[in-house]
């Protein structure tokens, strides 16, 4: 079991670029939740899926932010027009069926230039 | 707005002494969980504790629904316990909230 798997682990884009992060949830795992962590906000709550269906996306910025899950195999977070405060680490947790435990990916580090 | 409160922000022990950490809550829940995360690494979940008393190893987590609140005791604090303890609360939305967490420091 790998557990939650981020990628890229890092990604550097300019200013007005698009960034795309993906994120392989846990097999068998039901939800699916991104988070964005930075120094001065902690942890973000932005959006999250269950059974592939989106359930809440009160955290999402609405213009630039879009968040899919195609398959039960995988989500991505999609970032239109990037912004220097879009700066962050993006963190993907899957949580199992009946279960209030999340499981974390390593994230992935986004720079905006 | 749902908030969860950490304190203390920052704690710095000797090792092999005990640490208390404390969190508490905007709201009434029953579903809390304390995270643990090492600098540059990944949240690790610790305990998930709705109410009363747990234990895992070294870590005893109580919490107390009716005072909206909970804490983590590490006893025989080691230099690899360092790093930052995370709170979180999951509200009847399914959107766990965490708190900004207690960055543990053990010196030898």
């Known amino acids: 079991n790998a557990g939650v798997i981020q990628t890229p682990r890092h990604k550097v884009t300019g200013k007005g670029q698009e960034a795309t992060l993906w994120c392989e949830p846990i097999s068998g795992h039901s939800a699916v939740f991104w988070y964005r962590q930075t120094i001065v906000q902690g942890l973000e709550f932005l959006t999250y899926f269950r059974n592939q269906a989106p359930i809440d996306d009160s955290g999402m910025p609405k213009e630039r932010f879009s968040a899919q899950m195609p398959n039960q195999s995988h989500s991505t977070l999609k970032i239109q027009s990037t912004q220097p405060q879009d700066s962050a680490v993006y963190l993907c947790?899957?949580?199992?069926?009946?279960?209030?435990?999340?499981?974390f990916g390593a994230g992935t580090r986004l720079s905006v230039l | 707005e749902q908030q969860v409160q950490q304190s203390p922000a920052s704690l710095v022990l000797q090792e092999a002494e005990n640490a208390e950490l404390q969190c508490s809550f905007s709201i009434f829940t029953n579903q809390v969980q304390w995270f643990y995360q090492r600098p540059g690494g990944r949240l690790v979940s610790l305990l998930y504790n709705p109410s009363g008393t747990k234990q895992s190893g070294r870590l005893t987590s109580t919490t107390v629904i009716k005072e909206r609140r909970s804490s983590l005791h590490i006893s025989s604090s080691q230099i690899t316990d360092s790093g930052t303890y995370l709170c979180?609360?999951?509200?009847?939305?399914?959107?766990?909230?965490f708190g900004t967490g207690t960055r543990l420091q053990v010196l030898p």
């Open positions: 947790a899957s949580s199992p069926p009946s279960q209030n435990t999340l499981y």
């Open positions: 979180a609360m999951e509200p009847n939305t399914n959107k766990v909230v």
